[in-house]
């Protein structure tokens, strides 16, 4: 077999364990997103189906294919089909470029644990995920639904408001790697004292409310707001249509939650081990980021939803002004950092011999 035909293969087989992979991450999540609130409401939660509940997902799925998928009159139908796609999509695309792990040899060809490796990879994912939003607006606006629109359009002006915080905060980090390859970014946190964590901590933070507010959860979940909206944007939604809503959320909390750790967290980076094996570091970026699920989850059953009008203030007054100035702050000291080092002997000669 020639290489390239080697190479195609391995890349086959890359997309097929990714995709795959991250279906069944999402699947896996809608039961623990019903486990661990039950852990925290002390109930049992899922026990019936198969051991301990874990086959719930199965039943979802089988119950979501055999459901009827009803179109509401007045509808238009070509929008109304094709807006859960356009919400799950862009998840599922931005997925690509995350770097899962190091390099791994397969059929004797050394390639990387991602789908495929761009230059660019943080403008690919801040370009795409920002399409997630049309999905929504077009779901709402399709329904020929007052409620569905309301949701539809509130969704809309929290993710455009927070989107511009979760977008300085990612290039606060890029402006210390000097890089918009994610991978190159991973590389250059191999030990545990370059986590990007410890020079950008406000970014973080920033980056992680967003997050919430992107992913449309709680406590930001005001495009699915039961007591005022019936249930937001999807409500005229069922069957698979409605499952592919749900699946969009869900991959879009495996993106961020891998975004979050390839940026601040050092990615497949292994603590104290910078040459670890390539199935030990796969296993890492695989913990970290199911610690950053668990805090979806745990968030969701701990805060309270916001008003409306505090969620807007949130993301203009205080988060969109503090990620300008941290992004400030952090070209200034990018620029003249080095200029301030190369005078530091002079100013501590100055000031011993003051004294």
């Known amino acids: 077999m020639s290489p390239q035909v080697l190479e195609i293969v391995v890349w086959v087989i890359k997309v097929h364990v990714i995709f795959v992979a991250m279906t069944a991450v999402a699947a896996l999540t809608t039961l623990a997103e019903r486990k661990v609130s039950a852990w925290m409401q002390y109930r049992h939660g899922p026990n019936r189906v198969g051991p301990q509940g874990i086959l719930q997902p199965l039943a979802d799925g089988v119950k979501f294919i055999f459901k009827e998928s009803l179109v509401p009159d007045g509808a238009n139908k070509w929008m109304f089909r094709i807006a859960p796609a356009l919400a799950a999509m862009p998840a599922m695309l931005t997925v690509a470029v995350i770097p899962f792990g190091p390099d791994v040899t397969l059929f004797g060809v050394t390639t990387p644990f991602s789908i495929t490796d761009l230059d660019v990879g943080v403008m690919y994912i801040l370009a795409i995920g920002g399409l997630s939003v049309y999905g929504v607006i077009v779901g709402g606006w399709a329904s020929n639904s007052k409620y569905s629109l309301l ?24 402006a210390v790697s000097g890089t918009l390859d994610l991978r190159e970014v991973v590389m250059q946190q191999k030990t545990l004292g370059q986590w990007n964590i410890f020079y950008q901590p406000v970014a973080f933070v920033l980056f992680l409310i967003a997050a919430f507010a992107e992913t449309n959860r709680h406590p930001f979940d005001f495009a699915e707001c039961e007591p005022e909206l019936v249930s937001g944007f999807h409500t005229e939604y069922s069957a698979m249509r409605f499952a592919l809503f749900a699946l969009g959320e869900y991959c879009a909390m495996i993106v961020m939650s891998s975004l ?6 050092g990615g497949f980076s292994v603590p104290f081990m910078p040459e670890a094996h390539w199935a030990i570091g796969i296993a890492a970026f695989c913990a970290k980021v199911t610690f ?29 002004p503090i990620a300008l100035v941290n992004l400030f702050l952090t070209g200034a000291v990018i620029s003249y950092a080095p200029q301030l080092k190369a005078l530091w002997p002079q100013v501590a000669a100055v000031w011993n011999g003051g004294r």
């Open 292 to 320: 950053f699920l668990f805090l979806f989850l745990w968030v969701r059953w701990t805060l309270p939803r916001f008003r409306f009008d505090q969620l807007m203030n949130l993301g203009w007054k205080v988060m969109l």
């Open 151 to 174: 949701g539809s359009l509130r969704a809309s002006a929290q993710m455009v408001s927070y989107e511009l915080s979760l977008i300085l905060a990612i290039l606060a980090v890029v």
């Open 260 to 265: 979050a750790v390839t940026l601040w967290f």
